[in-house]
């Protein structure tokens, strides 16, 4: 089945760890996003990438480090300089123009990360 | 910065009663326009969405939303709600020929039988 794959599914730290999330995506799709979801404030964009070796800084990048090495891949670092780690962060992923963008993001599960 | 608003975060319906959540962004340019709902224990999903023509758009499970360009609005209505609407909605924008896509803060909707 396509779709999107993030793990781990919950992830406990200590204060002053780096933790990387990984989101995997096997339909194809050249754009791939991360957001934080938090009680109150909605979704809000950490980093996209449109291509590889290509990526944005969202609305909340501080503390937070991606790389896109391959089209599939999109693997969210959160350093031990983002100040409040707690969240549920979510992958997505849209085919971009070129073909027929449909616009739709797709969805991972999710992970949530819990700094202890 | 660009941002969307959502205000009202949390509504409360009984059955039958008709719903509209109201969604409003700050760009100046063109957009493509979104709303996304999140049940209970469930991925986002898209509901409808605006690219361009008719500016009101039908989406699934009787949804609709009415884009109004004059005052960057993007407002969902439904005329019945059932107690399966009860979920998470989310409005986004995607800024015309970028990637970037945001999201409004959501509404928590209930409707109780």
């Known amino acids: 089945d396509g779709g999107i794959t993030q793990s781990p599914k919950y992830l406990f730290r200590k204060e002053g760890q780096n933790v990387t999330l990984s989101c995997e995506q096997n339909?194809?799709?050249?754009?791939m996003y991360w957001y934080r979801q938090d009680p109150g404030q909605g979704l809000r964009l950490i980093y996209y990438?449109?291509?590889?070796?290509?990526?944005q800084k969202g609305d909340i990048a501080e503390g937070y480090s991606v790389s896109r090495e391959k089209k599939e891949s999109f693997p969210l670092t959160v350093t031990s300089a983002q100040k409040n780690p707690t969240a549920f962060y979510l992958c997505?992923?849209?085919?971009?123009?070129?073909?027929?963008?449909?616009?739709?993001?797709?969805f991972g599960e999710g992970s949530r990360l819990t700094v202890l | 910065a660009q941002s969307v608003s959502q205000h009202n975060h949390h509504v409360i319906l009984s059955e039958a009663a008709s719903l509209e959540l109201g969604c409003n962004y700050s760009?100046?340019?063109?957009?493509?326009l979104f709303w996304y709902v999140q049940y209970p224990g469930q991925h986002l999903q898209l509901l409808l969405k605006y690219f361009s023509g008719d500016p009101l758009v039908k989406g699934i499970k009787g949804f609709e939303a009415e884009f109004i360009k004059s005052k960057f609005s993007f407002n969902l209505r439904k005329p019945s709600v059932q107690w399966s609407d009860t979920a998470e909605y989310f409005c986004?924008?995607?800024?015309?020929?970028?990637?970037?896509?945001?999201f409004g803060t959501g509404t928590r909707l209930q409707v109780f039988p």
């Open positions: 339909l194809n799709h050249d754009a």
């Open positions: 997505a992923s849209r085919r971009r123009a070129g073909g027929q963008d449909t616009g739709e993001l797709f």
């Open positions: 760009y100046g340019g063109t957009v493509n």
């Open positions: 990438s449109q291509i590889v070796n290509d990526f």
């Open positions: 986004a924008v995607n800024l015309y020929n970028t990637d970037k896509l945001i």
